[in-house]
């Protein structure tokens, strides 16, 4: 892997207002899709292309794929429900590089905290806040595993 960006869900709609049975079942919100429409759109700026799209199986960030994918037509999908477990850090990282199965530029969508300390660990650094929407775009010159990333970017949509 030489790319990789985290990018959180966009923001979605209370529980309440939807009548979702649970966190896991909330949709997003029009602001939330558009978000991820400016972020997205962001990345492909960028030139960044990913070949496999990573994601939470929450509704949320299955809908925020589905708006990446838009863009990134070629990417493979994978849902990766580590990315909304409570394992440990170093579990995660594992459990997204076998999905991303040696694809060279990834995209994995989730939750805060777990991106911002997933982040945090590969750059060697404090992980960003990742604000709803937000991406942290990071490349590697030998890879995830060395723990060395270079933050290329960092993108948080304006409130829509």
């Known amino acids: 892997m030489k790319e990789l960006v985290f990018m959180r869900h966009g923001s979605a709609m209370p529980a309440r207002d939807q009548g979702a049975r649970s966190d896991a079942d909330r949709r997003l919100s029009p602001e939330g899709k558009a978000q991820i429409q400016a972020s997205s759109k962001r990345l492909r700026e960028l030139g960044f292309s990913p070949g496999v799209i990573i994601s939470s199986p929450f509704l949320r960030?299955?809908?925020?794929?589905d708006i990446a994918a838009a863009l990134f037509p070629a990417a493979k999908r994978v849902t990766e429900p580590a990315l909304a477990s409570t394992n440990s850090v170093p579990d995660i990282l594992k459990a997204i590089t076998a999905a991303a199965a040696g694809a060279p530029s990834v995209l994995v969508i989730g939750h805060q905290p777990v991106l911002g300390a997933l982040c945090g660990l590969l750059a060697a650094a404090n992980g960003p806040h990742f604000t709803t929407g937000s991406f942290?775009?990071?490349?590697?010159?030998?890879?995830?595993?060395?723990?060395?990333?270079?933050?290329?970017?960092?993108?948080?949509?304006?409130?829509?």
């Open 136 to 160: 942290a775009y990071l490349k590697f010159s030998a890879g995830p595993r060395s723990g060395r990333a270079e933050l290329a970017d960092f993108f948080s949509p304006e409130s829509l």
């Open 61 to 65: 960030t299955v809908e925020t794929a």
